[in-house]
């Protein structure tokens, strides 16, 4: 009965190949997030989609690319993956865009060689 | 560029104190504000939401709100060793921007 469950929860891999982070939340919400937590916690929104449609794009590389096949589930997939790209990342869902609280995944610590 | 400031600690408190924690926006407009609570290694957890100034209260947790001064505080009253973690403040901008701002954390150990 997890809210917002991520796989995998660790992902090591090397520079320059592609990899997939998936997310599902049974909490009924309308908005889901990607975050990117670096080595020094800052916590940064990626992506936002509400009801499939994407909201919020921050200033990410175009390497990165959520999809949302429904409101329950979005995914993020990292073309070409740079040691940079090292970080755990988060995925969110609330009831709501703007004013809202948002429950957080247990995150994917990605680890790029 | 939007911004939510939090000092970064550590704050250290001994069991059964106090522990204050403080955060300040730059967006004038931002209408909700949040508090979240992320031990090591977790994930951030939600631990209160403040929309309009004045404190508001739940179980050893208050939160406090001055739009005025752009100022949102977190108190932990009857501080225990299990609330020592890292405490992330979050504001919701203004302006129809759906982009949530996160400070970079306090961390608080409270010692036995």
């Known amino acids: 009965d997890t809210a917002v469950s991520q796989t995998p929860k660790y992902l090591v891999t090397q520079m320059g190949n592609d990899k997939s982070i998936k997310c599902e939340q049974n909490l009924g919400h309308d908005t889901m997030y990607w975050y990117k937590q670096d080595s020094k916690k800052f916590l940064k929104i990626m992506f936002s989609?509400?009801?499939?449609?994407?909201?919020i794009n921050e200033t990410v590389p175009n390497r990165f690319s959520p999809k949302s096949p429904d409101k329950a589930h979005l995914n993020l997939h990292i073309n070409s993956l740079e040691l940079g790209d090292s970080a755990v990342y988060f995925c969110?869902?609330?009831?709501?865009?703007?004013?809202?609280?948002?429950?957080f995944g247990p995150g994917t610590r990605l680890t790029v060689t | 560029q939007k911004e939510v400031e939090q000092n970064s600690g550590p704050l250290s408190v001994p069991e059964g104190a106090i522990a204050s924690l403080n955060c300040t926006y730059s967006?004038?407009?931002?209408?909700?504000f949040f508090w979240y609570r992320q031990y090591s290694g977790k994930s951030p957890e939600l631990i209160m939401s403040?929309?309009?100034?004045g404190d508001k209260e739940d179980g050893r947790f208050t939160a406090q709100l001055n739009k005025a001064s752009q100022y949102v505080s977190l108190l932990i009253r009857d501080s225990q060793p299990s609330d020592s973690a890292t405490y992330l403040c979050a504001v919701n901008p203004s302006g129809g921007s759906y982009i949530p701002t996160f400070g970079r954390g306090t961390s608080l150990i409270v010692h036995p």
């Open positions: 403040i929309y309009s100034n």
């Open positions: 969110a869902s609330s009831s709501g865009t703007g004013v809202s609280e948002q429950y």
């Open positions: 967006d004038r407009g931002s209408q909700s």
């Open positions: 989609y509400n009801n499939k449609e994407l909201i």
